[in-house]
């Protein structure tokens, strides 16, 4: 199986890419491709651990249930019932 690289820009930042870290082209391109995939992994790790942590804080919180529909609590809230 191979990779067909059609753009000069992409080409030549891969030849840098292996001639500054002493790796074949194959090489280069499988080490870039796995820290991304790992930059992605983390990224997505922090994002879910924010909301995690969003959840807690807002579990927090009691719930109020005073029977109004969402119409009429805002019609309520602005002075409109």
Not at 4 to 13: A, G, M, N, S, T
Not at 36 to 41: G, P, T
Request: net charge negative; glycine share 8%; charged share 40%.
């Amino acid at each position: 199986m191979g990779i067909l690289v059609r753009d000069e820009k992409i080409d030549r930042q891969v030849r840098e890419l292996a001639a500054k870290s002493g790796k074949t082209l194959q090489g280069a391109i499988g080490q870039a491709v796995e820290n991304e995939l790992q930059r992605i992994d983390a990224r997505r790790e922090q994002v879910e651990k924010a909301f995690r942590r969003a959840q807690e804080r807002l579990t927090a919180f009691p719930v109020i249930d005073d029977g109004l529909s969402h119409k009429e609590f805002f019609d309520r809230e602005y002075g409109d019932a």
